[in-house]
Nanobody, 124 residues
């Protein structure tokens, strides 16, 4: 069992930066690939970024490439999402998730555990 708790969201102006953190419980964090997803009002949850268990492989949705960076610290059981040059269209609840049995994934169905989410609001 893995419990995930996100933090770091907030209200910022366009062009600003935020760093989201996701703290995981349990001693097997390093065996999970991790992902960040987001969900805006009246929209489906969408993939943002994913990272392999060791951190050597990463992938991003096209609209955040060059602006967002996913990383992890297995010693601290934490995954991060550094978000720079934020835009109003980045406004959403951001969720972290954990999965096993593959390198990483863009798909919600491949993740076994989810956090409760943290709100990110970007004003224009």
């Amino acid at each position: 069992q893995v419990q995930l708790v996100e933090s770091g969201g907030g209200l910022v102006q366009a062009g600003s930066s935020l760093r989201l953190s996701c703290a995981a419980s349990g001693r097997t964090f390093s065996s999970y690939f991790m992902g960040w997803f987001r969900q805006a009002p009246r929209k489906e949850r969408e993939f943002v970024a994913t990272i392999s268990w060791g951190g050597g492989s990463k992938n991003y949705r096209d609209s955040v490439k060059g602006r967002f960076t996913i990383s992890r610290d297995n010693a601290k059981n934490t995954v991060y999402l550094q978000m720079n040059s934020l835009k109003p269209e980045d406004t959403a609840v951001y969720y972290c998730a954990a999965g096993k049995e593959m390198l990483f994934s863009h798909y919600t169905r491949d993740y076994d555990y989810w956090g409760q989410g943290t709100q990110v609001t970007v004003s224009s």
